[in-house]
């Protein structure tokens, strides 16, 4: 693969539901995909369960590779929720209740009528020298404290967080992506002459990804996604249409996906 | 967090286009129910490029941390699928064409007519010493060295191959996990006598999950789902018992779910 990454995220995803298979994460693809046109790339992935040492090691090793780290869950009210001490700690900063968390939680809970509990205001615990994010689904915010963004693991609440992100991001140069959906076609039909393409395009990076469609009826559909991707975005379309003509060539049909 | 994990796995995905946000995961869900009932948790997973050095760095660590590690991804016939080259050499092991494997694939490709490209029988390279696992999808094999299991990325065909691991993995006891569905409920409701009960029931992991659900025509309904895990099933009943009382007690209504 071409490393043509320039600037990169990491990305921890913190939650004993997500390991034990109780739910399908989300908040990667989320991430991943605000950071694309932001030209920013995510590097890596960790998953690891509701445990401090775990969550300060995933932090600080991928905080130190990457430009930024995103991470998702365990700041609610609950006893499990550890992450906001964890990753103040992997800092060496305080985690405690912060006056400016607290006076928005506290007007969220005004304005809506809801009691403000003692295991509420556990969410206005911030760590020294973090600025606070908004939350503009349920008020308690998340923050960031050094390049380390730190978000709620509930998909809709991780998203409206990202929206007070973006304008906190320098990002490199935008990674085009542009794929070619080849029904009926299977890796390896393709596989030698789109390896000699990649060959001679050094600075596209070229991918193939079967799949498999379960039919009403029994059976499955297959084909192949061919996916390129690019700074260049002369060069990548160069690429993708000799990629359609290849796939032509061979006798099957092409559909060229819109660009994402 | 209880850390009651006995026998455990790490899992790494590998493959650029989950990171890139181009799909969203399905295999560790898929992974982790299947060794949930052979009592295997799965302890950490990690997403990464397709890059040698570092799948290899990822497949090191988590092997020596866990007591099983699976990799889907990056078997096939393509210039980048470099998984059984990288598993090989994380093990110092070498990495060729093996005739059992290629067997399998000539006689898979003898009876459905599918020309055997040079670029197919890449698939048959397997380390020394490794043991092939069963592909009933689409034939070529995946494998297993040391206590790695190498599995496909496509879903279909990695959920095909856990079939023929079943047998291979030796589990400790199994985690049974109940939980308790509480439409309108917030974290914050609850947060200060289910912290109480984890503390009371020290062998049982206790967590709270908010869900987020849009609704047609706008606004969305939202509420708690209350999970307990635990390997001793009246104790994991008992206590479910109790959050479900506590949740009514509270004036929600309740709905114990099914147990997965």
Known sequence: ???????????????????????RDANLQAIAQFLAPLGVSVAECRTVSDEKD??????NTLRAENHYVFTTGGIGPTHDDITAESVGAAFGA???????A??????????????LTE??????????GASLIENPVTGAPGFQIGNVFV????????????EDIA???????????????????REGDIAEPLGAMQEEHPAVSIGSYPYFQDVDGGGFKRGTHLVARAVDADELDRVIEKIASLVSGLGFETQIDPEI
Chains 1, 2 share one sequence.
């Open 94 to 100: 305080l985690t405690g209740v912060r006056a400016d």
């Open 102 to 115: 607290l006076e928005i939680i506290e007007e969220w809970y005004a304005r809506t009528g809801t009691p």
């Open 151 to 162: 978000l709620a693991g509930v998909p809709k609440i991780a998203r409206g967080m990202l």
């Open 54 to 59: 775990r969550i300060i090691a995933a932090v």
């Open 167 to 185: 304008h906190r991001i320098e990002g490199g140069a935008v990674t085009r992506s542009r794929s070619v959906r080849a029904d009926n076609l």
């Open 1 to 23: 693969m071409i490393d043509a990454k320039g600037v990169t995220a990491g990305v921890v995803l913190i939650g004993d539901e997500v390991l034990s298979g109780r739910t």
């Open 119 to 128: 295991s509420r205001k556990r969410m206005a615990r911030i760590p020294d």
